[in-house]
């Protein structure tokens, strides 16, 4: 920078004055520009954060719009899938009646026998272990046989995916509490899911004449008779604390399954009626007559009412 010196003192000249004047209005703007860049960058950040988050009132009308989609979905999902598992159900019935209906054609006509004192209302033992008898191959009894001639391949057919009650339950009865390896003292007394129609044994109200009835019915009777249903005595959760209906496979509405003499498997269309007879006509807790409801029972699915209304009356 050239400097002119007067009397022992520098000064600028007129032309750097201006230069520095120049130069320091270029500072002054750039920090201004620079302030103000800033004041942008900041307010930009502070929008897109605030964009970025829920209020708490949105964040509860979310929560309230999800939940009130949910209950609208969850009964209709419900009924869906109870509405799948009773189309196994009567699938497995079907293949139970193929089952039997294969063994009665090698057998003169006659369906799979129960062995001796088998009464009405224990009728869904599948393997006994009592005195050896005629009526039991290699441990396995009535609607059992099927399985143990090949005539049903897999033994999950003859339980019924709807049922609750552990009992009668594949995964608690045949591979739980009543397998070999957890109770190597009980695991030939098996039981499945569903009730089957041959009995022996005469009960309070059970006649010789019902017993004969039953064990007459072969591949020539006319009618064709329910051979295979679900549980319908709804008396079996007295064995424990269950509520009443538990051992009631299909609930809301409460429906009986039943497969029949001709081959067929159909949900019973006075299933509600029935349900009505075995909690309001018949006591639950009747043990001793719970044999005479079931052989009533039974007659119901063949359409003839008639014994149920006389016995079990509604009120």
């Known amino acids: 920078m050239i400097m002119r010196i007067v009397d022992g003192a520098s000064y600028r000249t007129p032309g750097q004055l201006r ?13 201004r520009a620079a302030s103000a860049e800033k004041r942008i960058t900041s307010l930009t950040r502070g929008r897109c954060a605030s964009r970025q988050g829920f209020t708490l009132i949105e964040l509860l ?11 609208m979905l969850l009964p209709t999902l419900s009924r869906t899938r109870d509405s799948a598992r009773m189309s196994v159900c009567l699938s497995n019935q079907k293949q139970a009646i193929i089952g039997i209906t294969a063994y009665a054609s090698g057998n ?8 001796p004192l088998a009464n009405a209302k224990l009728n869904f033992y599948v393997t006994y272990g009592g005195t050896p008898a005629p009526e039991i191959v290699r441990g396995w009894v009535g609607i059992g046989l099927t399985v143990a001639y090949g005539y049903i391949n897999n033994v999950s057919y003859l339980y019924c995916p709807s049922q609750r009650y552990e009992a009668f339950t594949y995964e608690k009865n045949w591979g739980g509490v009543n397998s070999a390896a957890n109770n190597p003292n009980n695991n030939i007394y098996r039981r499945c899911s569903y009730y089957y129609r041959i009995f022996n044994q005469t009960a309070p109200q059970v006649t010789a004449e019902d017993v004969d009835e039953v064990l007459s019915f072969n591949m020539g009777t006319k009618k064709p008779r329910a051979m295979v249903a679900d549980i319908f005595y709804a008396g079996y959760p007295t064995w424990g604390p269950y509520p009443m209906d538990t051992a009631w496979a299909h609930i809301n509405p409460h429906v009986v399954n039943a497969g029949y003499s001709d081959g067929h498997a159909e949900s019973f269309s006075e299933s509600a009626e029935l349900w009505r007879y075995a909690t309001q006509g018949f006591n639950p807790y009747d043990s001793p007559n719970a044999d005479d409801f079931v052989v009533s029972g039974w007659k119901y699915l063949d359409g003839e009412p008639e014994r149920m209304e006389s016995h079990w009356p509604l009120p």
């Open 19 to 31: 230069s520095g004047v120049s130069l320091g209005c270029e500072h002054d703007r750039t920090l």
């Open 61 to 71: 009308v979310v929560i309230s719009i999800i939940a009130l989609l949910i209950s």
């Open 108 to 115: 003169d006509g006659y369906w799979p026998r129960m062995p």
